[in-house]
């Protein structure tokens, strides 16, 4: 698909993210972690998805196969594979792996970890929020972000509750995420505390490496493209999160915990939502992660932007047709989940959950499919021998990898 036949010019707009998904003055209920995929699919099956997803993988790798329909020269040769995801990992799952479930805990804890104590929450005084804006941008850039945004935070993007085991079929371990006018986010044994004056999140994108997530359609390496992402968004996040405390206001970093990214991303005007029910955004397409860092650093945030997704996906239908599991509606925007890990009332392509983290059990990886064969990502989707790995020229963290 030749980039020219893409929209090319960008738009800002006045509405924002609550108006284009039609929820604006109506009550829409805060989504609960506990309907994620990870926890209905783990209920589902009466164990953990990782640990089922897991033994998939392994048991594909003693084949010499690296993915479902995935096969390499030699076990050798998958084991190199497996090496390399489990090395990708590694700095997810230090930093909380995926977030999800882990609000304040460990490296994503909403307290100061390694910040001077002369400098926790004590901000210059007569502070400048362009200045503050410019330079909060610019550390997360150089902390491994491809792209920032400011957010206005919107409560409705905010997560009702938690859930702590997340990954497990036994009944949720639920605890309410709440805002109250407190100095210190704060975690009780029922409650997670968000300051009343936290108003904006700071929203980082995370390419991914767009060769790896087209070697598949659904393998270990397009798991290793994700789990990058993810440990690209923990090290950011959590070091973005340290200097904001630094300059003496509050950070809370989330990677996929406290809130739906997707919202957030779209109010801080880093892409438009697709058919495939992902961001889309005019640099790397489909193919990114979204991290985020709540504050209440004094901000300017940035509008959302329109550079044509919508009106594109009504007529492109090429990630439905890729699915294959037909996770991805090929219907009109609607505002009806086909399942409940999807939040209704918000007019979009809602995406079965649950059938796409199944395909992902089936197939022992993690599918990248919907990103890397959407046109605005402009991937190399057509690459599909493994081998390709130990070839590519790899780029540094934080710099565009395509
Ligand atoms: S990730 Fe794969 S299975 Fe899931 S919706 Fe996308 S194409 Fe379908
Ligand atoms: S593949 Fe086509 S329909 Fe799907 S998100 Fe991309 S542009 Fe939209």
Same mark, same amino acid.
């Given at each position: 698909?030749?980039?020219?036949?893409?929209?090319?010019?960008?738009?800002?707009?006045?509405?924002?993210?609550? +108006?284009?998904?039609?929820?604006?003055?109506?009550?829409?209920?805060?989504?609960?972690?506990?309907?994620?995929?990870?926890?209905?699919?783990? =209920?589902?099956?009466?164990?953990?998805?990782?640990?089922?997803?897991?033994?998939?993988?392994?048991?594909?790798?003693?084949?010499?196969?690296?993915?479902?329909?995935?096969?390499?020269?030699?076990?050798?040769?998958?084991?190199?594979?497996?090496?390399?995801?489990?090395?990708?990992?590694?700095?997810?799952?230090?930093?909380?792996?995926?977030?999800?479930?882990?609000?304040?805990?460990?490296?994503?804890?909403?307290?100061?970890?390694?910040?001077?104590?002369?400098?926790?929450?004590?901000?210059?005084?007569?502070?400048?929020?362009?200045?503050?804006?410019?330079?909060?941008?610019?550390?997360?850039?150089?902390?491994?972000?491809?792209?920032?945004?400011?957010?206005?935070?919107?409560?409705?993007?905010?997560?009702?509750?938690?859930?702590?085991?997340?990954?497990?079929?036994?009944?949720?371990?639920?605890?309410?995420?709440?805002?109250?006018?407190?100095?210190?986010?704060?975690?009780?044994?029922? +409650?997670?505390?968000?300051?009343?004056?936290?108003?904006?999140?700071?929203?980082?994108?995370?390419?991914?490496?767009?060769?790896?997530?087209?070697?598949?359609?659904?393998?270990?390496?397009?798991?290793?493209?994700?789990?990058?992402?993810?440990?690209?968004?923990?090290?950011?996040?959590?070091?973005?999160?340290?200097?904001?405390?630094?300059?003496?206001?509050?950070?809370?970093?989330?990677?996929?915990?406290?809130?739906?990214?997707?919202?957030?991303?779209?109010?801080?005007?880093?892409?438009?939502?697709?058919?495939?029910?992902?961001?889309?955004?005019? =640099?790397?397409?489909?193919?990114?992660?979204?991290?985020?860092?709540?504050?209440?650093?004094?901000?300017?945030?940035?509008?959302?932007?329109?550079?044509?997704?919508?009106?594109?996906?009504?007529?492109?239908?090429?990630?439905?047709?890729?699915?294959?599991?037909?996770?991805?509606?090929?219907?009109?925007?609607?505002? =009806?989940?086909?399942?409940?890990?999807?939040?209704?009332?918000?007019?979009?392509?809602?995406?079965?959950?649950?059938?796409?983290?199944?395909?992902?059990?089936?197939?022992?990886?993690?599918?990248?499919?919907?990103?890397?064969?959407?046109?605005?990502?402009?991937?190399?989707?057509?690459?599909?021998?493994?081998?390709?790995?130990? =070839?590519? +020229?790899?780029?540094?963290?934080?710099?565009?990898?395509?």
């Amino acid at each position: 698909m030749s980039r020219k036949r893409l929209p090319q010019s960008i738009k800002k707009l006045k509405a924002s993210a609550e +108006e284009l998904y039609g929820v604006r003055g109506k009550q829409l209920k805060r989504f609960s972690e506990k309907n994620m995929a990870f926890k209905k699919v783990s =209920e589902d099956l009466g164990r953990p998805w990782f640990e089922v997803w897991s033994q998939k993988m392994l048991g594909q790798y003693k084949k010499g196969q690296i993915g479902d329909k995935v096969h390499v020269a030699s076990v050798k040769e998958a084991r190199s594979h497996v090496a390399l995801w489990v090395g990708a990992s590694t700095w997810n799952r230090l930093t909380m792996p995926y977030g999800e479930g882990h609000e304040n805990e460990g490296f994503l804890s909403w307290k100061p970890i390694n910040v001077p104590p002369p400098f926790q929450g004590n901000p210059e005084s007569d502070p400048d929020p362009g200045d503050l804006t410019k330079k909060v941008k610019q550390i997360a850039r150089f902390l491994g972000a491809n792209r920032v945004g400011i957010a206005k935070l919107n409560r409705k993007w905010v997560y009702a509750e938690t859930c702590r085991n997340i990954y497990s079929p036994d009944t949720p371990l639920t605890k309410k995420i709440v805002f109250k006018d407190v100095k210190e986010p704060d975690e009780t044994e029922n +409650e997670l505390i968000i300051p009343d004056r936290v108003r904006f999140a700071v929203v980082t994108i995370m390419d991914l490496n767009h060769i790896l997530a087209s070697i598949g359609s659904s393998s270990v390496d397009t798991s290793v493209a994700t789990n990058i992402g993810y440990s690209r968004m923990g090290l950011t996040d959590v070091a973005l999160a340290e200097a904001i405390r630094t300059m003496g206001y509050t950070a809370i970093p989330c990677k996929n915990s406290t809130g739906l990214s997707i919202p957030m991303a779209i109010d801080a005007g880093l892409g438009q939502l697709g058919r495939n029910g992902l961001l889309i955004t005019p =640099e790397f397409g489909a193919c990114v992660r979204i991290g985020k860092v709540l504050t209440d650093m004094p901000l300017i945030p940035d509008r959302p932007i329109d550079f044509g997704v919508t009106e594109f996906c009504e007529n492109c239908m090429r990630c439905a047709k890729t699915c294959e599991v037909g996770a991805i509606s090929f219907d009109k925007r609607s505002t =009806e989940p086909p399942v409940e890990t999807g939040n209704p009332g918000a007019l979009k392509w809602y995406v079965n959950g649950k059938a796409c983290l199944n395909y992902w059990i089936d197939s022992g990886a993690s599918c990248t499919a919907c990103q890397a064969v959407c046109p605005f990502t402009q991937s190399h989707y057509e690459v599909l021998d493994p081998s390709v790995v130990w =070839e590519m +020229e790899v780029a540094p963290f934080g710099i565009e990898n395509r």
